[in-house]
């Protein structure tokens, strides 16, 4: 049950979560800060997914109680599963989240394709697409949902902003960026242009895609009033480091665990501090950034 409380940072503020269908996993963490911090939360989460990694699901009704007990009194939750590889289910998914509340404040988009990668000699057009689809193209529209409809709402009298026509054409949808209203868009990477991930060509390839584009897409959207940052988690357990699910060499890991300037791994609850943060009034100025919070694993 949400419990009484002070004024939140993020109290009368919807977000939507994608990838929340593991409490070991980032999406959940996520979830559970910004329902900490005031946010109504409305999740997304696709099963068969992690029914198909070494790692497994989880208990759907016990994310459910988790994200939901975090709320605090006013809030609520509300939750859907899609699959993102359809672009009409990612259009379904943001009217599903809107309709919790009437507004969209915030997009998490941590939904995330892995496993069944390979090598440049393994790759093919299929898991090429498999993805792209899954984990770029998704992402962009529902950037572009989610846009729509936190300009339209903020905009009740406007009609939709003017489209570029040509290549460096700005977005016009007219006036400075109103603090107080501003919209939060976050995308994750995974650092891969800090390094090379052997085995994850295509899986690297969607992330670097979203970090090359994040740029061009935080200025578009800064005119709409939203603000967009992308965060690279650096390595966090999510299971796929426990030696009973990990498919690396268990010497290579705890070598690796023990060189970092921490000597431990990430823990989901580090990126979703972050996010926490940048979601709040006080991050509103950090804008088109991709921000790498991995406690200096890549300085190792």
Known sequence: MPHPTPVRPLQGRTALVTGVSRRRGIGYAVAVELASLGASVFFHHHGPHDADQPWGGDDLDAVRAGVREALVEGATAGDASADLRDADAVEQLVDQA?????????????????????????????????????NTRSTLLLTRHFAHRHFAHRRTATAAPHAPARPGDRVRGGGPVDERTAGRVFWMTSGQ??????????????????????????????????????????????????????????????????????????????PARLIGWLATDQGVWVAGQVITTDGGMGLV
């Open 193 to 270: 242009g800090e390094g090379p991930m052997r085995g994850e060509v295509a899986y690297a390839t969607s992330k670097a895609a979203l970090a090359g584009a994040t740029p061009t897409v935080a200025a578009e959207l800064l005119e709409l009033g939203i603000v967009l940052n992308a965060v690279n988690p650096g390595p966090v357990n999510t299971g796929y480091l426990d030696p009973e699910s990990t498919d690396r060499s268990l010497a290579e890991i705890e070598a690796w665990r023990e060189a970092t300037p921490f000597g431990r791994w990430g823990r989901p609850t580090d």
């Open 98 to 134: 809107w309709a919790l509340t009437g507004r969209l404040d915030i997009l998490v988009c941590n939904h995330a394709r892995s496993g069944g990668d390979g090598s440049v000699l393994d790759m093919t057009a299929e898991v090429l697409d498999a993805f792209w689809d899954t």
